[in-house]
């Protein structure tokens, strides 16, 4: 078994930023291609961004290029969402997830999810 544990989620005001944390445990996490995800009310979860932990290769949804950055941290299995130039579009459940078959947009490649942290962004 193997625990993602979302955090540094918040209520910010439209142009503010934030940086989510996931933080892994039970597996050796630098193996794994990580990805974000977002759900807000009535609507799908949504693909944001992922990483391979081992080539450095990043995937962005149009949505939020040029405003949020993902990064990995394999000595402390953690990796982590800067969030910027955040709009009420952005207001969502953030999820972090794990794989071992290769970076992907699609959820269905991976195997892991945290619990989600909500971002919340005011007018």
């Known amino acids: 078994q193997v625990q993602l544990v979302e955090s540094g989620g918040g209520l910010v005001q439209a142009g503010g930023s934030l940086r989510l944390s996931c933080a892994a445990s039970?597996?050796?996490?630098?193996?794994?291609?990580m990805g974000w995800f977002r759900q807000a009310p009535g609507k799908e979860r949504e693909f944001v961004v992922a990483?391979?932990?081992?080539?450095?290769?990043?995937n962005y949804a149009d949505s939020v290029k040029g405003r949020f950055t993902i990064s990995r941290d394999n000595v402390k299995n953690t990796v982590f969402l800067q969030m910027n130039s955040l709009t009420p579009e952005d207001s969502a459940v953030y999820y972090c997830?794990?794989?071992?078959?290769?970076?992907?947009?699609?959820?269905?490649?991976?195997?892991?999810w945290g619990q989600g942290t909500q971002v919340t962004v005011s007018s």
């Open positions: 039970g597996r050796t996490f630098s193996r794994y291609d």
């Open positions: 990483i391979n932990w081992s080539g450095g290769i990043t």
């Open positions: 997830a794990a794989g071992a078959r290769g970076i992907s947009r699609s959820e269905r490649m991976y195997d892991y």
